[in-house]
């Protein structure tokens, strides 16, 4: 596989140059949890070296006319980035500035959990690739609107896991609900 080039295929809105991304991510075992449960995850993101090596960013490039949004994302992480894995909902859209052109552009931004790390991807001589916390990849991370849809991810990330863990509350309260009942039922008997 090699990375598409040029732009004779490039989408735009208005003007706007339509660029898409995604905040590869993955979940590691916590070296220490305080917590009861020793299952607990701790989030990891990747991150990548600009192609000119002055900073770090998550993989985005251009939107083609023959690709779904996701399909464009999902692509340019794998060129990027050298993974692979399952697309998420969109996180969000961004109206910014290049830095190195003098032209505004549209992002959007997409949560790939990721399922495969290649050894080998088309732009592995160009780029670097970095795991590391949410809060490091904030701090490193060269543009603020994929900032913000990083603290988007997170949001998203930590409601969900809230959301679970609530569920599994419920599900053990009711399980030790019936318990009781079955053992009161066999003692009464």
């Known amino acids: ?7 004779h295929l490039q989408r735009y809105s208005n003007g706007r140059r339509q660029v898409v991304g995604c905040i590869p991510y993955r979940y590691k075992k916590a070296k220490q949890s305080l917590s009861k449960d020793d299952g607990a995850k701790e989030l990891e993101v990747l991150v990548i070296t600009s192609q000119k090596g002055k900073g770090m960013l998550f993989p985005k490039g251009g939107w083609e006319l023959d690709e779904s949004k996701e399909g464009a994302a999902s692509r340019e ?8 894995g399952t697309i998420e909902c969109e996180l969000g859209k961004w109206s910014f500035k290049s830095k190195s052109h ?27 690739r970095i795991w590391m916390s949410a809060q490091e990849a904030r701090e490193v991370c060269q543009h603020w ?16 896991q ?25 003692m009464q008997g």
Request: charged content about 30%; overall charge negative.
């Open 1 to 7: 596989m090699v990375s598409r080039t040029g732009r």
């Open 77 to 84: 992480t794998l060129e990027e980035a050298g993974v692979r």
């Open 102 to 128: 003098d032209a505004y552009y549209e992002g959007y931004m997409f949560p790939l959990h990721v399922q495969e790390q290649l050894d080998f991807w088309p732009e592995k001589n160009l780029r670097q």
């Open 145 to 160: 609107w994929m900032k913000e849809a990083l603290d988007r991810l997170v949001n998203r990330l930590t409601s969900q």
């Open 162 to 186: 809230q959301q679970q863990q609530h569920e599994d509350q419920e599900l053990g309260s009711d399980f030790t609900n019936t318990l009781r009942l079955s053992t009161k039922r066999v």
